[in-house]
């Protein structure tokens, strides 16, 4: 390395760009193929703000040494920081590929596949640095944020806590554990790691944003909203306070709920994105007409948004306007042509409409690219029963996939009854809500406020130990099958995610859903209404195979009485909901998603 190149590099690490750069200029003026001269400027011109400029730097310095690791790490960083995700995904690739051992890269590769939604690529580089260096605090954070991508909490929040055992000042590894204990429920462990980033001094968005959700999940509402007001003052667009202070309001019954997101969506010259959420709230709350006029009047005044466009197609779904829903949800994926919402927003319209094979390459590709999101299996598997493919049968095998168990009473109690004479006040008791959340499936009904896995309870913890021998006979029944979607993950023992209560009151039920997170999904009968006795009525009995939206030749295949004690478990990705019922007697249930280990 020249005297000449190392003095433009030490003007650079002591902050002085302008030296840097002339220094790199110069040696340039006198040797134009000088590539790592072009590397250094790239760097002080990206620092001083200059893209376009640092981009075109780089790029020479990687076409003059396309095997440099290190001039595609720096060009891959800085197109990720412009936004062009996928390019720098590509340049970060190939530099680990050329060095496998570069630290530099694979931390970037790492965290921009976080960003991208690759969690399985993140945790396949932040594993490697672990493995080589085991006190690597950053590729633990990365690691961290990998597995909570992959829903696994409990690993997510063990890898954070490593960083944190190595470099106690980590900032970024303490928000980001407070904000996975928080979003996976764990609402104690969360406000105490939001007070220890407290003492450190991190008050910041993610931080408030935590504390905001432990507290509601413990019920105290009051201190949680003036939390999340603070935060829409001093940023009235912010998309996540904005959902959470309406969802919260919502859920306690009041008729106003969404007034201060109507308010920011109100202001002259407010972003799009935030008019399009207020209409999105108001179709969530059940106002489509509403929704439906501010999202037309949007359009009108901004053009054809893909991002309003798709919304509308969603809201034409719901009032049963499918050939329209496909027109709006086909300008939309034109445009945003790789954005999985959008897509699924037109596969779901061309499925409602009665047109499987204009929608069966969108689904065959996302499936490819995501195989174990439920969603792709759900409309692969609703296009083969249109087309009369043999594949549904298979995939949506009804009397294999869903069993049916009664369970057995825990220790101490004579039966089953006895046991839910003490578990039903318990979950009771959880119920503080006044009305179903804006973002879950059920109408008319309330649910608890945080998880029962991390739940202290004993009466609970003893409904949590009953579900290990279902789980396990599960397992074996439905067997293995590596061209199966379901079959094929049934590897290892099935360990619960999630677990929630859910309690219907008079006209409730649940939409059609899926859970597109899940594997194993569940319903559990702790106390149902008498007339779900009534066979020809079936009022309240849970349904399978029957779509959201009205879909010819989809109609449900297999319907289950509900029974205190009765466990039924089935695969995430089918279609389940609920008769409504329609007396006062409420129905009170419990059901958990698992994944296999």
């Known amino acids: 390395m020249t005297t000449a190149i190392q003095g433009a590099l030490r003007a650079l690490q002591a902050g002085d760009l302008g030296a840097a750069e002339r220094a790199c200029l110069g040696l340039l003026a006198a040797d134009p193929s000088d590539a790592t001269a072009m590397q250094v400027l790239g760097i002080a011109l990206r620092r001083q703000g200059r893209l376009d400029e640092a981009e075109a730097q780089m790029r020479h310095a990687v076409a003059l040494a396309p095997g440099n690791a290190e001039y595609r790490s720096n060009l891959g960083q800085l197109l990720a920081a412009r936004g062009r995700v996928a390019e720098g995904l590509a340049e970060l690739r190939e530099a680990v590929r050329l060095a496998p051992g570069f630290r530099p890269a694979a931390l970037a590769l790492a965290r921009l596949a976080n960003m991208a939604g690759d969690h399985a690529l993140a945790e396949e580089q932040a594993r490697r640095l672990t493995g080589r260096d085991a006190r690597d605090a950053e590729a633990w954070s990365a690691l961290g944020s990998a597995l909570f991508g992959l829903q696994r909490s409990d690993e997510a929040a063990e890898a954070l806590r490593r960083a944190l055992a190595i470099a106690p000042d980590y900032g970024t590894a303490r928000v980001n554990l407070a904000s996975v204990l928080a979003t996976a429920e764990q609402s104690e462990e969360a406000r105490a790691e939001v007070a220890e980033c407290d003492r450190r001094g991190l008050r910041d968005r993610a931080t408030e944003l935590a504390r905001a959700r432990a507290l509601m999940q413990l019920d105290r509402y009051d201190e949680s909203e003036a939390v999340l007001l603070r935060l829409v003052a001093a940023a009235p667009d912010d998309a996540d306070a904005q959902f959470l202070i309406a969802q919260m309001r919502h859920i306690r019954g009041d008729p106003d709920f969404a007034r201060t997101l109507r308010e920011a969506a109100s202001r002259p010259g407010a972003p799009v994105a935030t008019r399009m959420q207020y209409?999105?709230?108001?179709?969530?709350?059940?106002?489509?007409?509403?929704?439906?006029?501010?999202?037309?009047?949007?359009?009108?005044?901004?053009?054809?948004?893909?991002?309003?466009?798709?919304?509308?197609?969603?809201?034409?779904?719901?009032?049963?306007?499918?050939?329209?829903?496909?027109?709006?949800?086909?300008?939309?994926?034109?445009?945003?042509?790789?954005?999985?919402?959008?897509?699924?927003?037109?596969?779901?319209?061309?499925?409602?409409a009665g047109d499987p094979e204009a929608a069966l390459p969108l689904i065959e590709r996302f499936h490819r690219e995501y195989p174990t999101d439920q969603r792709w299996i759900t409309y692969r598997a609703d296009a083969a029963r249109q087309r009369g493919e043999g594949l549904f049968d298979d995939w949506c095998d009804l009397e294999r996939l869903v069993r049916v168990y009664e369970l057995e009473p825990p220790p101490g109690y004579a039966s089953i009854h006895d046991f839910h004479a003490e578990l039903q006040p318990a979950l009771e008791a959880r119920h503080r809500q006044a009305t179903h959340p804006l973002d879950q499936s059920m109408r008319l009904g309330t649910q608890t406020s945080r998880g029962l896995l991390g739940d202290p309870d004993p009466l609970i913890r003893q409904y949590l130990s009953l579900l290990a021998a279902p789980l396990a006979d599960y397992q074996a029944a439905i067997g293995q099958d590596p061209a199966h979607p379901m079959r094929s993950r049934n590897r290892g023992k099935a360990r619960p995610t999630g677990c929630w209560s859910v309690r219907l009151g008079c006209g409730g039920f649940h939409v059609n859903h899926i859970h597109p997170q899940g594997w194993i999904s569940s319903a559990y009968y702790v106390s149902v209404p008498a007339e779900v006795e009534d066979a020809e009525a079936q009022s309240g009995w849970l349904k399978f195979g029957e779509p959201r939206f009205a879909t010819p030749g989809c109609a449900a295949g297999r319907i289950v009485q509900p029974r205190p004690g009765r466990l039924v478990l089935f695969p995430s990705y089918l279609w389940h909901g609920t008769n409504p019922i329609h007396g006062t007697e409420p129905r009170l249930t419990i059901a958990f998603d698992s994944l296999p280990l």
């Open 279 to 352: 209409a999105d709230i108001l179709r969530r709350a059940g106002h489509p007409a509403e929704s439906e006029r501010l999202l037309r009047e949007l359009i009108a005044r901004e053009g054809e948004h893909p991002a309003l466009t798709s919304s509308l197609a969603t809201l034409l779904l719901e009032t049963g306007r499918p050939a329209e829903a496909v027109a709006a949800g086909r300008l939309a994926a034109a445009a945003l042509p790789d954005d999985v919402t959008t897509v699924e927003n037109l596969v779901a319209a061309l499925l409602a």
